[in-house]
């Protein structure tokens, strides 16, 4: 069983940055992947980057070059730093966590972004 723990979302205006933490806790040490989606209408949810314990990242489209994916594996801790928020970015952002095939969600963290 994995415990994730977000934190950093909030309030901005658009063009604006903010910093999502997501800690890991549980039997599992060191999650192989590690990362953020955004719950969409109708419970999809939309990959927005993930990080695997090695260093491989993948983004969606509308993140790349505006966020930032980073993980202290000691600490079991990824973070997004998100910049040039637009308002499209509006969301629940849900840290998710898989290793061996075992997937975990957290709670989520509300971002809102002001135009």
């Known amino acids: 069983q994995v415990h994730l723990v977000e934190s950093g979302g909030g309030l901005v205006q658009a063009g604006g940055s903010l910093r999502l933490s997501c800690a890991a806790s549980g039997s599992i040490i060191s999650p192989n992947v590690m990362g953020w989606f955004r719950q969409l209408p109708g419970n999809q949810r939309e990959l927005v980057a993930t990080?695997?314990?090695?260093?491989?990242?993948n983004y969606v489209n509308s993140a790349k070059g505006r966020f930032t994916i980073s993980r202290d594996n000691a600490k079991n801790t990824v973070y997004l730093q998100m910049n040039s928020l637009k308002a499209e970015d509006t969301g629940v952002y849900l840290c998710y966590s898989n290793d061996l095939g075992q997937t975990y969600w957290g709670q989520g963290t509300q971002v809102t972004v002001s135009s």
């Open positions: 990080r695997t314990r090695a260093g491989i990242t």
